[in-house]
């Protein structure tokens, strides 16, 4: 294999070779779908292609002393610093050829109708720059310079935001390249570097906050939710619309990275009958009636809409199942019904009650990670928490520029 490699990724390529790589080059700065987030982070697997796995195998082996910085200014040629952007000092091969796929988002982002990553972002960004500029990386730093940088976790958890941060880099500068050595949803440890950046100083340094404070927040929210979805089995976690006001789609694709799973997404797809719509309609029976109807006669504007019915004593909860048991009552889109605070006595035997009946359950309140298996082994589907995006621990993570170029 060394020997094809050598022969393959020789630096004397020839000039139908480096037009091959040329074109490549073009084709891997497409934009992909799932947000149109731009691959131009994996823009440079071209050079990888064309001009550098055989030279992973040789500083893995050869240069194991060097550090990226080192082993990337005594390089004569961009590929082979672009290489060693994307290897870091220990990239085998078979991880090199790995690399040269473009691939949409570990974990798809959720849906709505009218939020997109792209308006966030460009929120994000505005709000730093207005309509000035940044002024600092402006009065010091030549146009011109380009630099290399990396991400640095200073803590342990999961990785999240990888894929938005490509978005972010894209949209500061298309050329800036990014070599991810780790992506959404996997374990990162304190001091280890899981991303190469390099292109424009001022660009990279424009996008710095909004990329660590986005990275920040999402990965907090993933380590958190991992924690809690593995203390939480049988049962499924869920966060729930305590969000960051215009942030509800990045804080709940963080949980579904994190191994959790999204409660609705807003007021407009499921009904959630509460304690204040019960005391408003005078009576969970005569908000079920209206609910009901307005669902069938809205057609299919609303098909789909399933109702969760909130439920906090057990005399609710017998309420409910009388209601399910009725043949004269359209239970047809009763999908769930909430278990609000109640005590895990309460809750086992309420899970007992619905389940016969096939509708899903839900824990709520009081969810830590102290009570949260206790919580699970009642019996519910679902336990949904508010401390997974309202009060976010986030995840400590350092941008630096490590050389010029």
């Known amino acids: 294999m060394q020997r ?23 084709r891997l700065k497409r934009h992909t779908n799932n947000g149109s987030t ?48 994307a290897a870091g000092e220990h ?28 308006n966030v972002v460009r929120i994000a960004l505005e709000e730093d ?31 999240a935001g990888e894929h938005l941060a490509n978005e972010i880099l894209s949209i500061v500068d298309e050329d800036i390249e990014a070599f991810w050595q780790k992506r959404d949803g996997e374990e990162i440890e304190r001091g280890e570097i899981f991303c190469y950046l390099r292109g424009s100083a001022r660009g990279i340094l424009r996008a710095e906050r ?37 942030l509800r789609v990045i ?9 959790g799973e999204n409660h609705r997404m807003g007021l407009f797809d499921m009904v959630m009958i509460k304690d204040n719509h019960v005391a408003a309609a005078r009576g969970i029976k005569n908000a ?34 009388g209601l399910l048991e009725d043949a004269g009552t359209d239970t047809s889109r009763v999908q769930r019904v909430m278990l609000d605070n109640m005590s895990m006595e309460d809750m086992r035997d309420a899970a007992g009650m619905l389940n016969k009946f ?3 359950t839900e824990a709520s309140g009081n969810v830590t990670l102290e009570t949260i298996g206790g919580i699970g082994a009642t019996g519910v589907t679902f336990i949904s928490s508010g401390q997974l995006t309202h009060s976010v621990v986030a995840l400590d993570i350092s941008l630096n520029i490590e050389n010029n170029q």
């Open 4 to 26: 094809a490699a050598r022969a393959l990724f020789s630096s004397s390529a020839t000039p139908t070779t480096r037009a091959s790589e040329s074109s490549t080059r073009r």
């Open 38 to 85: 731009k691959v131009g982070v994996l823009a440079t697997t071209a050079s990888i292609a064309f001009g550098c796995c055989y030279r992973f195998v040789s500083m893995a082996s050869s240069s194991s002393s060097q550090s990226f910085t080192e082993y990337a200014m005594t390089t004569t040629t961009t590929t082979t610093r672009a290489a060693a952007a």
């Open 91 to 118: 990239l085998a091969y078979e991880k090199c050829l790995a690399l040269l796929a473009s691939t949409p988002p570990t974990v798809a982002l959720p849906y709505h109708p009218t939020q997109t990553v792209q």
């Open 129 to 159: 720059v207005a309509n000035v500029g940044d002024v600092s990386s402006l009065s010091t730093i030549p146009e011109d310079l380009r630099a290399t940088a990396t991400l640095l976790a200073k803590a342990d958890g999961v990785l």
């Open 210 to 246: 909004v990329v660590l404070n986005f990275m920040q927040r999402m990965s907090g929210i993933a380590t958190l939710t991992k924690k809690m979805s593995e203390a939480a089995k049988p049962a499924r976690i869920l966060e729930t619309r305590k969000t960051v006001p215009g």
């Open 251 to 259: 804080d709940k694709w963080a949980v579904l990275i994190g191994g």
């Open 288 to 321: 079920l009636a209206s609910s009901t109807t307005f669902l069938i006669e809205g057609g299919e504007k609303y098909e789909g809409v399933m109702i969760e019915l909130e439920t906090r004593t057990m005399e609710e909860v017998r309420e409910v199942c």
């Open 358 to 360: 096939g509708v899903e």
